[in-house]
């Protein structure tokens, strides 16, 4: 039985992951924005199985900093937070565009702080709109409307899930699209449910994952782009400089 922590894991997706991840016998650590956020969540899940609750807000790189702190040791990391700016939406404390900032900028530095301490795997969250992100690593964070900037923070994730890969050879490393399912995040149209995205990112945190991108148990279509190694280069050149990290 491994440990494996989950971002954003309080409601929908990731809640639904760390449920099924408990019920195989693993121990979960619940990431929750705050303490009055997380307490009732750790609550109901510790009686499924050991469950440790850890908290911080993912657009405030300090932090995410101190969230690195209380996650330690651990066999799998699953970025599953993620937002979908309203129209409107602040940047977050450091100014960024605030999906950057979530989705991508606050992984990246968690995994950057955390690579000494994950013993197995590193799993980051695509989207079916992948294919319609844009990455231009000389204009990352900055404003634009909700929509593209979503899509652009999950293209981004999948990059940086393949250059984590290279950068980490030693982990498994790699991203899921967990389907169009009904959550916050997507319209009540969606036609997956809420569990369906959550086993298939209990499977790529404990099943026979083989890494890279895929969609439950079959690969994913990259774009071609994406899976540019000079793309990834310069991406993680500037996102250790965004987050402040040593490479």
């Given amino acids: ?3 494996i ?3 954003g894991s309080t409601d929908g997706i990731g809640r639904a992951a760390a449920r099924r991840l408990l019920g195989e016998g693993h ?3 619940l990431h929750a924005r705050s303490e ?5 969540v750790a609550e109901e899940l510790g009686r499924l199985g050991d469950v440790r609750l850890v908290t911080g807000d993912l657009a405030d790189l300090d932090e995410v900093r101190a969230l690195a702190g209380q996650v ?3 066999d799998v990391l699953v970025h599953n ?3 979908w700016p309203p129209d409107g939406a602040p940047p977050s404390r450091q100014g960024h565009e605030i999906a950057f900032a979530v989705n991508a900028l606050a992984p990246h530095l968690l995994t950057a702080l955390l690579r000494e301490q994950v013993r197995e795997r590193l799993v980051f969250l695509g989207s079916g709109m992948v294919g319609s992100g844009r990455v231009d690593p000389d204009d990352l964070g900055s404003p634009r409307e909700p929509r593209r900037a979503y899509a652009d923070s999950k293209a981004l994730d999948v990059v940086l899930a393949l250059a984590w890969a290279r950068r980490l050879p030693a982990l498994r490393v790699g991203a899921v699209d967990p389907g169009w399912v009904r959550t916050k995040l997507a319209s009540s149209g969606a036609p997956g449910d809420v569990e369906d995205g959550g086993a298939r990112v209990a499977f790529a945190a404990a099943g026979d994952w083989p890494g890279g991108y895929t969609a439950g148990r079959r690969p994913a279509r990259t774009p071609r782009a994406l899976e540019d190694a000079g793309l990834q280069d310069r991406v993680l050149a500037a996102m250790d400089r965004l987050a402040g990290v040593t490479p």
């Fill in 1 to 3: 039985m491994t440990t």
């Fill in 5 to 7: 922590a989950i971002t």
């Fill in 27 to 29: 121990t979960v650590v």
């Fill in 36 to 40: 009055a956020r997380g307490a009732p």
């Fill in 72 to 74: 330690g040791d651990v």
């Fill in 81 to 83: 937070a993620g937002v």
